[in-house]
């Protein structure tokens, strides 16, 4: 901040003191009546600057997203969806209870993280992670010369990679027609001029993405988090949250959302990046020709 604070920045700070807390997504939606991502990415850097300056304290708070009410408990049902969202607070005014960071692990300059999860207590572990845990294991003691190797071991390694990698690409695939169908049936309800849908259906829908993905929790709270994170603060956000709602109601693994929001930002902040790079590089080759 060798200039001074900047406009996100000026404005963080004229909210807050007004304010006990407020997160930046109502920071920057009050600022601007159809704000793009750029802007969000612009007011989350602006206070970075000023946490790390210790001129705001910047912590996790759950809060609805559509009327920006922060709540200092355990989440309520509010005229919108309530989630764990960024907030700023001048510094010694912070909420009594933070809410967890999404995906469990909170920025460097994030001032106030809640304790984590209890002793004993570990993250969920999927297929990959144990298979790659396992083999690690065995290398270690191959190392060691504590076991030796035989053909059939080889090929039972083999074996198994070839059929994680089967599973795992079904996986994506079948992630992907969840993805596609929760879509279609939100524009499909959509083009109706009255109402909500009604329960038989909102009942059809959800057996339709049951039956792409029978038992599968966790691939379902998937496609959820990755729609809701990749819409985040776009145009598509209400269509992408409507459809992340009929897989929470096809039995989504409520647990594993956030991680999968978290990474649906990822992704998006990714594509974003490489959208300013392709520009960059096109305004230099036309300022060079």
């Known amino acids: 901040m060798s200039k001074g604070p900047g406009i996100w920045q000026r404005e963080i700070l004229r909210t807050t003191a007004g304010v006990h807390t407020v997160t930046i997504y109502s920071i920057v939606r009050a600022r601007l009546t159809e704000p793009r991502r750029d802007a969000f990415v612009a007011a989350r850097r602006g206070a970075k600057g000023l946490a790390q300056a210790g ?3 910047a912590y996790y708070a759950y809060a609805c997203q559509r009327c920006g009410h922060v709540q200092d408990h355990h989440p309520e049902q509010c005229c919108g969806r309530v989630r764990p969202m960024l907030a700023v607070s001048r510094p010694g005014r912070q909420l009594a209870h933070p809410a967890p960071p999404p995906g469990g692990v909170a920025p460097a300059w994030v001032n106030v993280v809640p304790p984590g ?7 969920v572990a999927s297929t990959g992670d144990v298979l790659s845990l396992t083999l690690q294991r065995y290398c270690e003691q191959l190392l060691s010369g504590r076991v030796a190797v035989s053909a059939r071991d080889v090929a039972i390694l083999m074996r ?3 059929e ?3 599973d795992a690409e079904r996986d994506r695939l079948t992630i992907a027609r969840l993805t596609f169908t929760a879509r279609r049936l939100v524009a499909r309800l959509a083009h109706r001029a009255w109402g909500w849908p009604t329960p038989d259906e909102t009942a059809s829908c959800v057996a339709e993405l049951q039956q792409i993905a029978p038992g599968r929790a966790d691939l379902l709270a998937e496609a959820a988090g990755v729609m809701l994170g990749a819409a985040e603060g776009t145009v598509d956000e209400p269509r992408s949250y409507a459809a992340a709602e009929l897989c929470r109601a096809a039995g989504a693994d409520p ?7 978290e990474e649906g930002r990822r992704r998006a902040q990714a594509v974003f990046d490489r959208q300013v790079a392709r520009v960059a590089r096109d305004a230099a080759g036309l300022e060079a020709g």
Not at 117 to 123: E, F, K, L, T, Y
Not at 255 to 261: F, I, K, N, R, S
């Open 160 to 162: 198994l990679e070839r």
């Open 255 to 261: 647990a594993l959302v956030p991680q999968w929001t």
């Open 117 to 123: 999860r209890p002793a004993g207590q570990v993250p």
């Open 55 to 57: 001129r705001v304290s």
């Open 164 to 166: 994680f990698r089967r």
